[in-house]
């Protein structure tokens, strides 16, 4: 792993690949971390230089307290201008995905082809108060909260923001065992202007469950 400072906060990364091959970006779900790419982080690396970091309140990144999806955001950006990276191909899972698309419509000229995983469309849903899981977290609880909170009542920019987005853009949806809405990742498809959707069976964890068939999906489309 390699750790940097951006956005005042430190965060660390996994690099693999190439130095001069295109460079993709992986960014987990809630409570998860870099790590959690494991095979398709490995497959891609054969065409792509892969980048994978801990989001801030997660793994060996810094919790510090302050969590919004604009931060993380934010920091994605600051870190894709602290490596020199100018267009990346962005990958998102659930959280991830969120952030992913946030940073595709906030600065669309840096996203070259974007990947949404089952990541929860932007509209408000029925709020539940999450239990906190027993024992030693490697993530901030308070950062769950925080963007749980977010996520349950998002701003409606985010939904009208999905019309600003420039990238080639493939929603990948984990079909009727998924928690998240499918209809509503259908809209998001429709909302983003160079978009469409695929569904692979698997359930929410779609590239964890199924890697062949989420890399059977996402490698021609980013190639």
């Keep these: 792993m390699v750790e940097i ?6 965060m660390v990364y996994r690099v693999a690949g190439a ?14 971390s870099g ?15 892969v980048y994978a970091p801990d989001l801030r309140g997660h793994g060996g990144s810094a919790w510090p307290g302050a969590y919004s999806l604009e931060l993380m955001r934010d920091d994605v950006l600051a870190l894709l201008d602290a490596l020199g990276l100018d267009r990346v191909d962005l990958v998102g899972h659930s959280m991830g995905g969120v952030v992913a698309y946030l ?8 996203v070259r082809r974007l990947v949404v995983e089952d990541a929860p469309p932007p509209r408000p849903r029925t709020p539940s108060v999450p239990t906190r899981p027993a024992g030693t977290l490697p993530f901030d609880w ?25 990238a080639d853009t493939l929603v990948v ?10 209809d509503g990742l259908a809209d998001l498809a429709r909302r983003i202007p160079s978009a469409r959707l695929v569904t692979v069976p698997a359930g929410h964890l779609v590239h964890a469950t199924d890697p062949q ?5 996402v490698l021609p489309f980013l190639r």
């Design 173 to 182: 949806a984990g079909g009727p065992t998924s928690h998240v809405p499918q």
């Design 35 to 49: 790590a959690h790419w494991g095979t398709v982080s490995a497959r891609l690396a054969g065409g792509f230089r």
């Design 19 to 32: 130095p001069a091959a295109p460079p993709v970006v992986l960014l987990h779900a809630l409570g998860e």
């Design 103 to 110: 940073l595709a419509q906030h600065a669309p000229g840096r």
């Design 213 to 217: 068939a989420f890399l059977g999906a």
């Design 142 to 166: 308070e950062m769950v909260l925080a963007l749980r909170r977010q996520i349950d009542n998002p701003p409606a920019a985010w939904l009208d923001g999905l019309a600003r987005i420039t």
């Design 5 to 10: 400072e951006v956005n005042g906060v430190r």
